[in-house]
């Protein structure tokens, strides 16, 4: 319907993840009308990203070198590692500036539905690193849903024999929420999980 | 909280209308993991779309060259004018292809609370290419809200000497809709508009 480049452009826009063929058209109208120099800044930070960044050698995190941020540096405890599904969890428990151990990134959870088994996910190398004795709690921070649980329970069993603590955070309402809006399933947890009060 | 070009990307993202900052974050996260040709492809399109498209020098409407694809075909009849608001909307009625005139955009709508007047959209253009008298329908198809009103009312003031037929798009319910569902308005208008059957 468009001249052919608009038509180009929000062909590639709506190949986004969440973008629908309305919000591409919207976006499209919107690059044609920005500043030249805006448009240049996000397509070049298009390409940087894919140019420099790749993923960390050690724990799979986003990284512009080797290793990432928290692998180099010295002052985060390697005997404790989270272990987490995306490189966006590695932002959100960072944000909570409660961590201060290492981190290993899945790449994702067990999902028999999507096709996703054990030997799609980074779990060779979180063994391995494992291995040599050095760490002492594994945290398994993966989703709290269906493939999360899976996959935390199948690495619970699999690391079994290392003789380490193995947690897994704690389920329970939300901070600042509604009980009232709580679904059955967390209330539930946040029953099983209550503690103690000093008074 | 991100390795510096990833953090460039989502910032990036997050400015494009309708990209909320976690809407931003995944996408940055899928284009981490997208095949580079695909994201060059990308960059690609939005430079290409900033260096070739222009807008018609006639009629407003998104072009590659001086003209519009409709403005320059010549079995497009250009004793009929539509106004729309945006380039999109040109898009919108092509697709009824109940439509073989030619076009007008006036970039916007008038609306005084964002600071819109008549003087901001292309409406001395309109006036230029009614002048020579070869129009005969100006068809008002700005959308149908209170700016959108307003703005065929002000147009149909204006062109009021050129002794032309004015008309503005039908109001009624959308086809496909529930009555129960229309809202009293569009309910009211298609009261109004009612048409007599050939029975």
Redesign the interface.
Known sequence: ??????Q??I???G?????GPK?A????????Q?E?A?????????????A??RFCEVCGN???EER??VCQDPRRDPSVICVVE???DV?AV??TREFRGRYHVLGGAISPIDGVGPDDLRIRELLARLADGSVTELILATDPNLEGEATATYLARMVGSFGLRVTRLASGLPVGGDLEYADEVTLGRAFEGRRLLDV
């Open positions: 319907m468009y001249e052919g480049v608009v180009d452009l062909d590639e826009l190949r986004l993840p969440g973008v919000s058209q919207r976006i499209a109208f919107h690059i044609l920005a030249p805006d448009v240049r800044r996000l397509a070049h930070a298009l390409t940087e990203v894919k420099k960044v986003v990284a512009e990432c941020r995306e490189p966006k932002v960072e944000r």
